[in-house]
T-cell receptor, first 115, second 111 residues
């Protein structure tokens, strides 16, 4: 089975622009989460979606938004990009079944560079 | 809020040495605990997990035991290989089952 897939792999934008990142979860997983990983740090939680509804949000500004589609794929949108948004953006999927609560499987990430 | 503290790196070992990476946590309730590994230029791979106190997670020779009394989940391996060189992250599942990560520990294993 395919794992979590993300696109694009790399992206270069300039300050003030908008970006959309995409993620497809593992087949059968209904929950998608997004994380930001700044160089040299651990990933920080941005959003979690389950069955197309926002289930949780981390401490990120309103410039960050996301949505989940009927096929459980997801998009992360960031408006008015800042230099500090340069990071690896990771998508993770999970099944949220009782035997696997909290277990998330990550994609390869999208490396965003803001110039 | 919930948090994870890992030992500062980097850690440099010779092949076949014993590895310990310390991890302690602060959380309300009883979270699941995880170790993830990140190889250069890649995403995170789940290495092992434990869901309740005294559980031992193990995979590929790595082990970690969920210690509620010391709020710890230290990662150990008896004999490291060059291929184990990577960044290791300790994490817990938060109240929304989001993952809360430590800052990571970079391991380099020399032949």
């Amino acid at each position: 089975d395919a794992g979590v897939t993300q696109s694009p792999t790399h992206l270069i934008k300039t300050r003030g622009q908008h970006v959309t990142l995409r993620c497809s979860p593992i087949s059968g997983h209904k929950s998608v989460s997004w994380y930001q990983q700044v160089l040299g740090q651990g990933p920080q939680f941005i959003f979690q979606y389950y069955e197309k509804e926002e289930r949780g949000r981390g401490n990120f500004p309103d410039r960050f938004s996301a949505r989940q589609f009927p096929n459980y794929s997801s998009e992360l949108n960031v408006n008015a990009l800042l230099l500090g948004d340069s990071a690896l953006y990771l998508c993770a999927s999970s099944s949220l079944t009782s035997g696997n609560r909290g277990t998330q499987y990550f994609g390869p990430g999208t490396r965003l560079t803001v110039l | 809020g919930d948090s994870v503290t890992q030992m500062e790196g980097p850690v440099t070992l010779s092949e076949e040495a014993f590895l310990t990476i310390n991890c302690t946590y602060t959380a309300t309730g009883y979270p699941s605990l995880f170790w993830y590994v990140q190889y250069p230029g890649e995403g995170l791979q789940l290495l092992l997990k434990a869901t309740k106190a005294d559980d031992k997670g193990s995979n590929k020779g790595f082990e970690a035991t969920y210690r509620k009394e010391t709020t710890s989940f230290h990662l150990e391996k008896g004999s490291v290989q060059v291929s184990d060189s990577a960044v290791y992250f300790c994490a817990l599942s938060g109240p929304l089952e989001e993952l809360v990560f430590g800052k990571g520990t970079k391991l380099t294993v020399n032949p």
